[in-house]
Every structure is written in structure tokens, then in C-alpha cells.
């Protein structure tokens, strides 16, 4: 637990999470403003056992469905196509196929990667909207979901909630093996406007494969999106590279405090039916050093977009853009350029090259996990985590003048 709680703590303040771990936001009944916490605020305290890092199991469940990697790429265009969704799958993770995508609207996605790479920043924006008004093509779904399945490899595919229950059903009869409704805020009660909007339990119930919804950040939420029949539930509203979410709407939770909120609620849902649902956290890791603290937090697994994007497997040649990104109106996101500067097996598996926690993202994992006394992440779940602001710069002098 932490030493040195926030201003605004009381001891008589109900707490939502098991002595194991770590409260990092009040209940909002407490005070009137809540603290928020992301990776760069708190730190993982070795304790009174080590392990071999052989003796460590990075593997992890998903109703069902074994991985051996905590880790899947996000529904992004610059990181994900049929190819590296193959890849991926041969390396130990899942890729998520965004279903509203390139793939899904254009004949010949190449071309259209071409074009985004070679845009200029101010033309980026504009021609992200323009390539994305191309009609969703039912063939072309057909030809991308076969495409990867034809390999014999896994495939998670994700659509927003307007078009889920069409082109879902159509990826499923190609042999898609698990869903994603994924929105920037996805919740178990939507008004609509129009009166018709996607019967999450239903859909959930209906479903032959496990439906991962997403994206949410507080544990109420989660736990009625538990409640639907989710299987999973991804984590994060607007912490990724290329999301502008927080500049546009003002909406948000650093991944910290958003990951032990739903975690919560998945251990309570868990107490009360017997039923594991996986923990996500989706975006805003930079490093394996944030990975790990994502899953100490109580992640099953992590999502990535932008490490991945950084691949010579990765479809973006370079850049990598946010799923909202090309909104007719109203853009949250943005093309960045992340560079190319490894293989996939590298970033994920080594040998890395430099020191910055961006490559053998599996070996320093399971090095941090051997140094905390983890043998499996279930068992990392229950890690010491503190508040530690001055964890990233304390005695790095040299470091944060550049003396490298």
C-alpha cells in the first residue's frame, strides 16, 4: 500500500481494492477533485524473493485462448495489416485488424500508404480525411480476415459500435477468432439520438468467439461492460502517441489510475461469478519499463501502437496515425513519425541494440518480473507499487543533460 497517501485521504474512506493493491484514486464520493497517476509517478519495490528469469511465465488467457506473449497490437493502420497481423502471431501475439479501415476500403492499400507517407505534416490531416471517406467494402473485409487466416495464424478484428454487428458477423464467417467493438469511450448504456444503438449484452451473448469492448477507464464502467458478457475490456481513453483526445475533448486518466480502476473491477466480478475477465491497458507505454508497471497494476496484457509501428513489419513506412484521425469533422488524432528501426522479433525478443527499453520488450519483461519475485503476471499483480515522482530523474544528471 502507499506510505504517503494524498491530501484529501482518510483512513475511513472505503477502499475498492484488496490490501494487495495499491489505491491511487479516491473514491469520488471523497473529495471533489481526484488524483490521476500514469507511468512516470510511481515505481515497482522489490520484496523479499527473487526468481530466475527462466522460472518466469509470460503467458496469458483470454476466455480460453492461450498466448504466450502479454502483449497485442492495436487496430491501427500504420501498425497492423494482414501480414504483421501474421507475424505477430508467429512471435507469440495478437494483432487486431481494424475493420474500418484501409483494408477494408481501399483495392490497393499499398498506394494509399504511399500517399500517407509521403504527405507533409500540413497535408497529412486533410488527405487522412479524404482517403478514409472510401465506402467499407464487404469484399475486401472477406479478402483481409482470409488472407491472415489462410496462414493458420489467430486474428482479433475491431469495428465501432455503428457497424459491429455487420462487419463482425462477416469477419467471424471467415474465420476471424476474436472480436473488438472499440470506440473512444464505449460504455453499457448509450442514448441515442436515433433510438438504435448496439445491444452490448446481446451481442456479447450471441457471439461464437469472445468480444473485447473497449475503451474505458473507471471501475462502474467496466464492471456493467463486465456485466454485458465482455471477455476483456481495453483500457484508456486518449494516452496513445497519435491520439488527440485529451487536447480536443478534455477527456481522460492516466493509464495507472485508469488500469487499477478497472482491475478492480474485474477482481470483484471475478469474487462475486468465478468468471476471469482480461484486463488491456491501450496505449500511452512507451517503454517495457511502462509495460511492466501496466500489468503490476493488474493488466492480463498490454495494447501497443506506436513500438510497433516503429517495425520493419509494419505497414506504415514509418508513421503510424490515430483510429479517429480521419473524423469528418472533428480529428483526434494525428500522423506521427516514429521511424523504422528494427524487425519485430527484435523489438520483441532482441538482441537489443540500445538502451532505452524500447527493444527485447519479453526479456525485460520477464527480467523485471525475475527481479520482483513474479513467476507469472497473475503473480505480478501483487507487487508493491508506491508513489515515486522523482523515480525518472533522481541521480540521472548526466542523463537529462545528454552526457550519453
Request: net charge negative; proline share 5%; glycine share 10%.
Amino acid at each position: 500500500m502507499l506510505e504517503t497517501e494524498p491530501k484529501g485521504f482518510s483512513e475511513d474512506v472505503p477502499r475498492r481494492l484488496s490490501a494487495t493493491r495499491l489505491r491511487l484514486i479516491p473514491p469520488r464520493e471523497a473529495i471533489g477533485l481526484a488524483y490521476g497517476y500514469g507511468f512516470d509517478d510511481v515505481s515497482l519495490v522489490p520484496d523479499m524473493q527473487t526468481v530466475d528469469p527462466e522460472l518466469c511465465d509470460l503467458s496469458w488467457r483470454l476466455d480460453g485462448l492461450a498466448f504466450d506473449l502479454p502483449l497485442l497490437a492495436a487496430a491501427m493502420d500504420g501498425v497492423v495489416d494482414p501480414r504483421f497481423a501474421v507475424e505477430l502471431h508467429r512471435q507469440g501475439g495478437l494483432a487486431v485488424l481494424n475493420l474500418e479501415g484501409l483494408h477494408a476500403r481501399c483495392e490497393d492499400p499499398e498506394l494509399v500508404y504511399e500517399r500517407i507517407a509521403a504527405a507533409t505534416s500540413a497535408e497529412a490531416p486533410t488527405l487522412l480525411q479524404e482517403v478514409y471517406t472510401a465506402p467499407i467494402r464487404e469484399t475486401y473485409v472477406r479478402r483481409s480476415v482470409r488472407r491472415v487466416k489462410d496462414s493458420g495464424a489467430r486474428l482479433a478484428v475491431s469495428s465501432t459500435p455503428l457497424n459491429a454487428e455487420w462487419l463482425l458477423s462477416v469477419a467471424l464467417s471467415e474465420g476471424a477468432d476474436i472480436l473488438v467493438v472499440q470506440s473512444t469511450v464505449t460504455s453499457a448504456r448509450h442514448l441515442s439520438a436515433s433510438g438504435a444503438s448496439l445491444d452490448l449484452e446481446s451481442f456479447c451473448r450471441r457471439s461464437p468467439a469472445p468480444v473485447i469492448i473497449g475503451n474505458t477507464v473507471a471501475y462502474e464502467p467496466a464492471l456493467a461492460l463486465m456485466e454485458a458478457g465482455a471477455a476483456a475490456i481495453l483500457v484508456g481513453v486518449g494516452p496513445g502517441a497519435e491520439c488527440t483526445s485529451r487536447d480536443v475533448l478534455g477527456i481522460g486518466m492516466p493509464q495507472i489510475s485508469a488500469t487499477l480502476e478497472v482491475a478492480a473491477a474485474r477482481d470483484e466480478y471475478k469474487h462475486a461469478t468465478g468468471r476471469h475477465v482480461a484486463i488491456i491497458t491501450d496505449g500511452g507505454m512507451r517503454t517495457s519499463g511502462d509495460m511492466v508497471k501496466a500489468l503490476a497494476a493488474g493488466a492480463d496484457a498490454v495494447m501497443l501502437g506506436a513500438p510497433l509501428a516503429q517495425t520493419t513489419e509494419a505497414p506504415g513506412r514509418g508513421y503510424n496515425w490515430g483510429m479517429a484521425s480521419f473524423h469528418g469533422t472533428l480529428p483526434r488524432g494525428t500522423r506521427i513519425n516514429v521511424g523504422t528501426n528494427a524487425s519485430l522479433e527484435q523489438i520483441l525478443y532482441g538482441p537489443a541494440t540500445v538502451n532505452s527499453g524500447t527493444q527485447n520488450l519479453a526479456g525485460a519483461i520477464r527480467t523485471a518480473m525475475a527481479a520482483l519475485g513474479a513467476r507469472t503476471i497473475e503473480e505480478l499483480h501483487d507487487v508493491r507499487m508506491i508513489h515515486a515522482p522523482a523515480i525518472k530523474t533522481e541521480g540521472k544528471l548526466h542523463q537529462l543533460r545528454g552526457n550519453l
